[in-house]
């Protein structure tokens, strides 16, 4: 019974921290660090295209793969806000 309160908790908290990220970063905080870590979708990628310098002489391909490469940077917004989930946890 105290594992489930726990996990209900855990995830009470997660869930407001992700509304508050939300609210105050809209989709450049924990929502984009969760799609960069679970969706792999290629049809994704005009998102983050966005932050490479695009050059018209090399394939698709070429961006897809180093798009893949590029690590997930949370804003210190982001950061503060995960950091007060935790500790209220």
Same mark, same amino acid.
């Given at each position: 019974?105290?594992?489930?309160?726990?996990?209900?908790?855990?995830?009470?908290?997660?869930?407001?921290? *992700?509304?508050?990220?939300?609210?105050?970063?809209?989709?450049? &905080?924990?929502?984009?660090? *969760?799609?960069?870590?679970?969706? &792999?979708?290629?049809?994704?990628?005009?998102?983050?295209?966005?932050?490479?310098?695009?050059?018209?002489? *090399?394939?698709?391909?070429?961006?897809?793969?180093?798009?893949?490469?590029?690590?997930?940077?949370?804003?210190?917004?982001?950061?503060?806000?995960? &950091?007060?989930?935790?500790?209220?946890?």
């Amino acid at each position: 019974m105290c594992l489930q309160a726990l996990s209900c908790t855990f995830t009470g908290t997660f869930l407001l921290s *992700l509304g508050v990220d939300l609210a105050v970063n809209r989709q450049n &905080g924990v929502s984009r660090g *969760l799609r960069h870590l679970l969706d &792999g979708n290629d049809a994704h990628i005009l998102v983050r295209l966005s932050r490479l310098a695009i050059d018209r002489s *090399l394939s698709w391909i070429y961006y897809i793969q180093a798009l893949r490469d590029i690590p997930y940077k949370p804003l210190l917004s982001t950061q503060i806000i995960l &950091g007060v989930s935790i500790a209220l946890a």
